[in-house]
């Protein structure tokens, strides 16, 4: 087991955007602009934080973004909750980024393997105070009731389908009752659905990513949903704003709207969202 000044340093070397080596990262085992996000939310331990997944691929520090997250959660594990998105995945990381990156920072496949085996340990949602219900996606026909979530065998690589599956690629849509997403994987899911869910389960919210939103945060379906996304300037082309959902005691919610940290020689970008992505 790491010390807590090991880890401290580690930290503190990831705050630079300074990756570690292949064998610190071995003993650990829109997030984008992380350091901005700390900067406004302000850093752990002094404030709780739930990050609902994507740490990695789409941008050129997913492996520092991603190693510092888990620094993070073993420096101050009660304080710091990681769940998994979609992109927390073998198949996706193949694709988008991720495998790429550690192969040009390392020369190996070993980091990859690391996080990916990792990946696969992380919660698929979080609840706070029995009342916002927090995952990436979105609901599941399969899933009525929060114990059936406790009862998913969640410790796998993310299947094509099933309610582990539709709860880290489903949407929110206008329309009403379960429709076929077109990222071709979880579902679209209306106002009926969250509305029947969170009376069903108790709860008042559901806190969910895995969208771009321009303002960083937007409301759907009368209040029921809110979607949170935390990468300012998306993909360095989307010119978005990103949020954070701070929750009082009280269960008072009040979003942090943040911009991305300023670098140098970085191009004015057009507040034009991409027409899809994944």
């Avoid at 949407?171 to 509305?195: K, L, N």
Wanted: hydrophobic share 35%; with cysteine; net charge negative.
């Amino acid at each position: 087991m790491s010390s807590n000044d090991e880890v401290d340093g580690w930290i503190a070397q990831l705050m630079q955007c300074k990756p570690l080596s292949e064998t610190e990262v071995k003993k650990l085992c829109d997030k984008h602009d992380l350091s901005e996000l700390f900067r406004i939310g302000g850093n752990s331990p002094d404030t709780n934080y739930l990050f609902m997944g994507d740490y990695v691929d789409r941008g050129y520090y997913s492996v520092e973004t991603v190693t510092l997250l888990v620094a993070l959660k073993l420096r101050y594990r009660d304080r710091v909750t990681i769940l998994r998105g979609n992109h927390e995945s073998r198949q996706i990381t193949q694709v988008y980024g991720f495998y790429d990156e550690c192969l040009r920072k390392y020369g190996n496949a070993n980091v990859w393997k690391f996080f990916t085996d990792l990946f696969d340990y992380l919660p698929l949602t979080a609840l706070i105070d029995n009342q916002i219900f927090c995952l990436h996606g979105g609901l599941s026909p399969s899933i009525d009731t929060l114990d059936h979530i406790r009862s998913i065998d969640r410790i796998q690589e993310v299947p094509h389908e099933g309610p582990m599956c539709d709860l880290l690629w489903s949407d929110p849509d206008d329309r009403c009752g379960w429709g076929i997403s077109p990222r071709g994987a979880g579902y679209t899911f209306g106002q009926d659905i969250s509305e029947a869910f969170n009376h069903n389960n108790g709860l008042t919210l559901v806190a969910r990513a895995h969208q771009l939103v321009m303002e960083g945060f937007s409301w759907s379906q009368e209040r029921n949903v809110v979607t949170i996304f935390s990468a300012p300037n998306y993909c360095y082309r989307c010119g978005n704003q990103a949020a954070i959902l701070e929750v009082d005691d009280a269960l008072k919610y009040t979003f942090l709207q943040f911009d991305p940290a300023p670098r140098a020689g970085e191009p004015l970008v057009s507040r034009r969202p991409p027409d899809y992505f994944l």
